[in-house]
């Protein structure tokens, strides 16, 4: 199947910074990449839908200028976590669409300190 | 708006077959899949049915749909350890770009 790759897998950052995450398809392009957020034996939450060249679609409930999207490619797509609080700490997972599959990175762990 | 629920948790002995469950309540989700997650990992694609389609086959996965329903069911035959893991059913309606998940099942494989 197709690659989806994150980066960092893990960060610690300390309360009041800004952390990047960076996502990319690695052998295929993707017009859309999505940004969820999984809470400890939880479902995912899907958190935005990111569309290369325009801006993206926030869920509701979701502060978009506190999780800046950029899908500035076709293979990549970043979320920044602006002025990082504790409870921002999650498992950040990112998705890239192909046709009708939808395929997931391996997820980034951000704890906030 | 869509819901989509899930079995919490599923123990089986090795060798056995599993048979994880998944009901969805919008009758025009189009397609319908299902995910596998490891601890610490991202969620791998195993498989995606369309709502036309009342079974498929891939290898030791079967899928089953009853549309009417509105039931999705995961088979995986001859389970091994390996399969221990969380497994997500996920529905889509054509057209749509938004995964609606459920709230996944903990397979637990047993020696």
């Known amino acids: 199947g197709a690659v989806v790759s994150q980066h960092p897998s893990w960060v610690i950052c300390k309360s009041g910074t800004s952390v990047k995450i960076e996502c990319r398809s690695l052998?295929?392009?993707?017009?859309?990449m999505f940004w969820y957020r999984q809470f400890p034996k939880q479902s995912l939450m899907l958190m935005a839908t990111?569309?290369?060249?325009?801006?993206?679609?926030?869920e509701q409930g979701v502060e978009k200028d506190k999780f800046l999207i950029n899908h500035a490619s076709l293979t990549l797509s970043t979320l920044t976590v602006t002025s990082a609080h504790p409870e921002d700490s999650s498992f950040y997972i990112c998705?890239?669409?192909?046709?009708?599959?939808?395929?997931f990175g391996p997820g980034t762990r951000l704890t906030v300190t | 708006g869509e819901d989509v629920e899930q079995s919490l948790f599923l123990s089986v002995r090795e060798g056995d077959s599993s048979v994880i469950n998944c009901t969805y309540t919008?009758?025009?989700?189009?397609?319908l899949y299902w995910y596998k997650q490891e601890p610490g990992a991202g969620l791998q694609l195993l498989t995606y049915?369309?709502?036309?389609?009342d079974m498929k086959q891939d290898q030791r996965l079967t899928v089953l749909l009853n549309k009417k329903d509105k039931h999705l069911s995961l088979r995986i035959a001859d389970t091994q350890t390996g399969d221990s893991a969380i497994y997500f059913c996920?529905?889509?309606?054509?057209?749509?770009?938004?995964?609606?998940f459920g709230t996944g099942t903990q397979l637990k494989v047993e020696l």
């Open positions: 998705s890239a669409k192909t046709g009708d599959e939808q395929y």
């Open positions: 052998d295929f392009q993707a017009t859309t």
């Open positions: 990111s569309n290369e060249g325009s801006k993206a679609t926030y």
């Open positions: 919008d009758s025009s989700s189009t397609y």
């Open positions: 049915i369309f709502s036309n389609m």
């Open positions: 996920a529905s889509r309606k054509g057209g749509g770009n938004k995964l609606t």
